[in-house]
């Protein structure tokens, strides 16, 4: 689950990281408020007016502005509240701004020059162990800096029988180049954010920028944090801070019936038990000349109800001009979802797309029956490679 900067901001705050005074708002009015608020804590009329979407690249695609002013919070705050932000990441379409994040300036006067880091804990898939990658060179532009100059990103493993440990803390602020007050925060901030990523079990904390302001103190200047779905059960309190308009509506009303789905943007919708054999199956379609319009897994224990609302959510797609059902019967028997997909199908009402039905394993001869006597314009296969040769023709 993603969770918004000012969301991640106020978790990380907890953990004794050092960030920004913001506020978050929905309004001109309250971004003004705000503002004011924070010029009075400050003491800096200067203040950032951040867009809040689940997508990186906001800067770019003007979701962020820096005000000198009342009249300019004014200003940034009603072009931004409501617009269709597009970013590099976001579809073209974009995503509506329903939240800003008014927050101080930490462009301020001091005696260093300021600077921008890059600063991300993730996992390690390769050695099941968590790192931090770095580079010296944060911003907007960090892609580039992979692509170009690999040599300054950096990487720092976790040992996860001993955490995050000194010598590491000192080592990542060594290769970022920093001296003095500046190193010394460094070495405090790293530990604190290492705290906040793994006790609210995040899968990923990307700081960029992470800034060393003029005065030398460390603040986090953006926040994307993303926590691992399978233990909100841990986190009750992130669980609240779930955004519903920042995810695709059919993705939420899969999970209302604990369907797992993800839009894709192909042509065959499949409908799927188990994610192995989803995976499998879009590579067949893919194969067979078409392109996979979702993954949707109904579970090991599909049934009927099951299998009608997962039909409703891919007939949604105005996208799909075919759907494949990819079965194999071995919790669940294959002729009792074959029941399953006649009654959704008449209960649905008139499909006017072809139903490629593939069922293996327990009773599969008898689920082919089911459906072939059915009346159905559904085309059934016991084999893979039957149905992968039925996608390809009805999408001729």
Known sequence: MNVHEYQ???LLKKYGVPVPEGIMVKSVDDALKAAKKIQETTGNDVCAVKAQIHAGGRGKGGGVKIAKNLDEIKTHAGNILGMQLVTPQTSAEGK?????LIEQNIYYPGPSEPSEIYLSVLLNRATSRNMIMYSPRGGMNIEEVAEETPEEIFTEEIDPKTGIQPYQCRRIAFNLG???EAFKNMVKFI???YNAYE???ATLLEINPLFKAADDKILVADCKMTIDSNALFRHPDIMEMRDMDEEDPM???AGKYDLNYVKLDGNVGCMVNGAGLAMATMDIIKLSGGDPANFLDVGGSANAKRVEEAFRIILKDPNVKAILVNIFGGIVRCDRVAQ??????KNIGEINIPIIVRLQGTNAEEA???IDESGLKVKSAILLKEAAELVTEVLQ
Not at 96 to 100: A, E, T
Request: net charge positive; proline share 3%.
């Open 8 to 10: 991640g901001k106020a």
């Open 340 to 345: 399953g997909i006649v009654d959704a199908y």
């Open 368 to 370: 082919k029956q089911i």
């Open 191 to 193: 530990p604190s954010l």
């Open 96 to 100: 509506k701004v329903r939240k800003l």
């Open 251 to 253: 993705e939420v009303e």
């Open 199 to 201: 006790q609210n079990d």
């Open 178 to 180: 920093l001296k003095g």
